[in-house]
């Protein structure tokens, strides 16, 4: 007869689990226990019109640094303007002005006239929706952004290039032919390619509008594994339509809505427990 | 050569997600629960048989950190569901892992209510030698065990011999029940006694029963079938 | 309904719409042969006739005088009872020899014999020197409209009037480049002259055709350049430029033809109709710069409009027709060879 004494000592998987409790609990929600995060970004009261419509209301906005944001909200609802007024894509498009308010980042408004936008775009990477890789060699992507500022020694060019293709995962899968075509790549890895070239010039932020759209689940689950290895070093914003990813990546979730900020808060709340109706109607797809 | 014999090309390794840890710390959450609820129940049968009140005070106030299990699991389940969008084994996992959950939480407050019986016997002498309630708890635990094994390594053979041993126990409670009323009818004075091990007795029946609930569970988790009331369960259900 | 035996959803049958299909299409393709019929008529005419001019019987069977002498009269007459052709030098060194033969009966044609050297040497300087000068203002100028240049009122009115300009009829051209080069500048009937001329001429092609390219190269290019942190320059230059450039110079093919085959412009400002020397020829390099040369084309129309037509002139005409024709085809093969080298370099 088994005794009731006896029977815990027979559980032979049991010692070996509980050691590993502490490892485990580390998957716990980022930011919980975290401390206090610096505000890298600080948008004040923005409005921005292209010509005469208006396409951003008084927007305000405080952006930690080390963090992945994710900016939601139906089309035309001003998220991919904000990213772009970040790094000044928009100058190049005739026309559009900051009517209010202001961009600082690190304190400093990003609007200024004595502010080089070249600067602000060293500082301030990007990876588009449509992958864009040049067409030249995977090394020449890399380091088009090094050779813009002058670097040309070969030893340091080839640092680069491992550092930035491990950093972005695609060391691996690329080594051997780095000299070969970046369009020769899937696209997922042609969109990996993308964010080591932007992570190659050393920004402090990447803006990443839309990643994933044109990207199959397992290139997006990749690109997904990557922003989360990135936020321990860079500040990450990303503008997503996927609920999902928004979800899954960010630590922090801006929605929007024709051109107005809706709702901001820490991810889980957004998506557990959003404090306004619109927004709970938007992230559970029962919109308008 | 004909083409129909062409091997599937081999998938691509797994991604390991950064999210996956979370699903393991979820695991290993449920698995210290199971853990600490089978602990409970072996402590208060044992604190019950030796009249050991201070192991039987021990157990109740480990009651707690079952509770705050339960609420942690719950919590990483809402939170998976909610932000990592889990589907198939996943989805079964966490949904599975819930209602194990609540099964361990109950075995955790019989395990209690066993253990405020025993310090309320310890003050009288026993009414018999305690034999059946071991071997009731014995096998309740042997039947928690298994599921809990179930979970760890999809067994799901064992799992069901646990649905079926289920009536064994069932079988003692009863027989039990009819031995202590006959004591209560000969000696009136036994009255209260008889009556905390009838209840003690009932308390190990369910954590059968929850053991059973919960094999059944990680069956689902192990096949995506629901074995609840089924024909396949009841087919043996009275060999024990 | 006789014919529609058991007649399944999908059965074929006769309506207006597929007749009217054909009836388009057939004229489509009536349309397309017709072209191409008078294409052929024309080019098998100049291969047919040319070849005699330009090959021969016996080995090593191509006329290489016609290529690499310079024009010459013919003298034909009788001697000994035997009916003889020769060119200028040939007939003196024979009449040396034979001081009867000046009394024969001789008739001479103009440019009948000898080749066409010189004119095939001018007709590839004026093509390489124009297309260059054309190459170079028309793409700075398509950068600037493309790239730089904000789309105002004045913007769409510069475009409007380089199109404009590719209408303008060339003896126009001819006249503007006597007037501006010729006369104003004082360079004379010079290279220079025609340079400039001929490369105003294909200007509006280059330009408007330039920009479609700048055009067509994808704006996630520049865009990516620039959120690296590169000048506007640097991106056209680095990551715009060398991809439109495919583009360029398949327009540039169009000029060339062009170019090489315009009469009018060069008629006032850099064509000779006989010029004893080579263009390099010359007592200083500037002086290079500062002459006129002999060209294809307008050899072409001197010879069939300026002097007598018989059966002699015709042979030069056709042979030089078919030279040109080789030449224009041999230029424009070397262009899309580098552009497809061009292509192949960055692909996307």
């Not at chain 1, 640094?65 to 939601?72: G, H, N, Y």
């Not at chain 2, 129909?4 to 991604?15: M, R």
């Not at chain 3, 024969?104 to 044609?109: A, L, Q, R």
Request: hydrophobic fraction near 45%; include cysteine.
């Amino acid at each position: 007869m088994v005794t009731a004494a006896t029977l815990m000592e027979t559980r032979s998987p049991a010692p070996n689990l509980r050691p590993t409790m502490p490892a485990a609990a580390t998957g716990q929600p980022a930011g919980t226990a975290a401390p206090a995060a610096e505000v890298l970004i600080d948008i004040d009261h923005l409005d921005f019109f292209y010509g005469a419509s208006q396409a951003l209301y008084d927007v305000s906005l405080r952006l930690d640094t080390r963090k992945v944001t994710a900016f939601i909200g139906p089309s035309g609802c001003g998220k991919s303007t904000l990213l772009r007024c970040l790094n000044r894509m928009n100058d190049l498009i005739d026309g559009t002005r900051v009517a209010k308010g202001s961009i600082k980042i690190r304190g400093v408004d990003i609007n200024r006239p004595d502010v080089d936008v070249i600067e602000l775009r060293k500082r301030v990477g990007m990876v588009f929706q449509k992958s864009n890789p040049f067409p030249k060699s995977i090394y020449e992507n890399i380091t088009y952004g090094l050779r813009l500022q002058g670097a040309t020694t070969k030893a340091r060019l080839d640092e680069v290039v491992e550092k930035s293709l491990r950093g972005a995962a695609l060391w691996e899968e690329v080594k051997d032919r780095l000299h070969t075509s970046g369009l020769g790549l899937s696209g997922g890895q042609q969109q990996r390619l993308c964010i080591a070239r932007a992570i190659a010039v050393e920004p402090e932020i990447i803006l990443m509008d839309e990643p994933c759209s044109a990207l199959d689940p397992l290139a997006t689950a990749k690109v997904e594994e990557l922003i989360h290895e990135l936020k321990t070093k860079f500040t990450i914003i990303i503008v997503t339509h996927n609920m999902q990813q928004a979800a899954r990546c960010s630590d922090k979730t801006a929605f929007f809505y024709i051109g107005r900020l809706i709702e901001y808060a820490d991810t889980q709340q957004i998506f557990m427990n959003p404090s306004n109706p619109q927004t709970e109607a938007y992230v559970s797809g029962r919109f308008g | 050569m004909s083409t129909t014999t062409d091997p599937v090309p081999p998938f691509p390794p797994h991604i390991k997600r950064f999210f996956d840890a979370e699903l393991e710390s979820f695991r290993s959450h449920l698995i210290l629960m199971g853990e600490t609820a089978a602990s409970q129940v072996r402590s208060a049968v044992k604190a019950l048989v030796e009249g050991n009140t201070s192991l039987a005070d021990q157990v109740i106030a480990a009651d707690d950190e079952i509770d705050q299990l339960e609420v942690k699991i719950d919590e990483e389940a809402m939170r998976y569901m909610n932000l990592r969008a889990p589907i198939a084994t996943e989805l079964r996992l966490v949904i599975v892992g819930m209602k194990a959950s609540h099964d361990l939480e109950r075995v955790g407050d019989e395990a209690t209510s066993i253990a405020k019986r025993a310090v309320r016997l310890s003050a009288e002498p026993p009414l018999k030698p305690y034999v059946d309630i071991p071997r009731m708890a014995a096998i309740a635990l042997e039947m928690l065990r298994d599921a809990l094994d179930c979970f760890l390594n999809g067994d799901t053979e064992k799992a069901l011999a646990v649905c079926r041993r289920d009536a064994e126990v069932d079988q003692i409670n009863k027989q039990l029940y009819r031995e202590l009323t006959s004591f209560m009818i000969e000696k009136p004075g036994t009255i209260s006694r008889a009556i905390e091990l009838m209840f003690i007795s009932k308390s190990l029946e369910r954590i059968a029963d929850h053991a059973t609930n919960i094999a059944e569970e990680m069956i689902y988790l192990a096949k995506g079938k629901d074995v609840r009331h089924s024909d396949e369960l009841k087919k043996n259900g009275g060999a024990g | 309904m006789a014919a529609l035996v058991n007649p399944h959803i999908f059965q074929t049958r006769p309506s207006a719409a597929r007749r009217w299909e054909r009836a388009c299409f057939g004229l489509f393709g009536a349309a397309t042969y017709l072209v191409l019929f008078c294409g052929a008529a024309v080019f098998l005419t100049i291969v047919a006739k040319g070849s005699r001019t330009i090959f021969k019987a016996e080995a090593p069977f191509i006329n290489t005088t016609f290529f690499t002498d310079a024009p010459e009269s013919l003298y034909v007459f009788e001697w000994q009872g035997k009916k003889l052709e020769m060119g200028d030098r040939e007939h003196r060194a024979f009449i040396e020899q034979h001081p009867d033969a000046a009394k024969v009966k001789t008739e001479s044609y103009i440019y009948a014999a000898g080749g066409i050297f010189p004119c095939i040497v001018g007709t590839v300087l004026l093509v390489v020197g124009s297309m260059t000068i054309a190459l170079v203002l028309g793409v700075c100028a398509a950068v600037y409209l493309n790239e730089y240049a904000r789309d105002g009122a004045f913007i769409r009115f510069v475009r409007l009037a380089i199109l404009n300009l590719a209408g303008v009829p060339s003896i126009v051209f001819g006249l503007f480049g006597f007037g501006m080069f010729v006369i104003f500048f004082g360079w004379n009937v010079s290279l220079l002259s025609g340079w400039f001329t001929l490369a105003f001429m294909v200007l509006p092609v280059i330009i408007t055709a330039s920009e479609e390219s700048l055009k067509a190269v994808p704006k996630g290019f520049r865009e990516g350049s620039l959120a690296l942190g590169a000048t506007k320059w640097q991106t056209i230059r680095k990551n715009v430029l060398p991809y439109a450039l495919p583009g360029i110079l398949t327009s540039s093919i169009l000029g060339i033809a062009r170019v090489a085959g315009e009469t009018a412009p060069i008629m006032f400002t850099a064509a000779y109709v006989v010029r004893d020397k080579l263009p390099w020829q010359v007592e200083k390099f500037s002086d290079f710069f500062f002459q006129g040369v002999m060209a294809l084309p307008y050899h072409i129309y001197v010879v069939s409009s300026k002097i007598p037509q018989n059966e002699y002139t015709e042979r030069v005409q056709y042979g030089t027709a078919l030279v040109f024709l080789l030449i224009v085809a041999v230029i424009a093969t070397a262009s899309i060879l580098l552009r497809n080298n061009l292509r192949n370099r960055y692909k996307w």
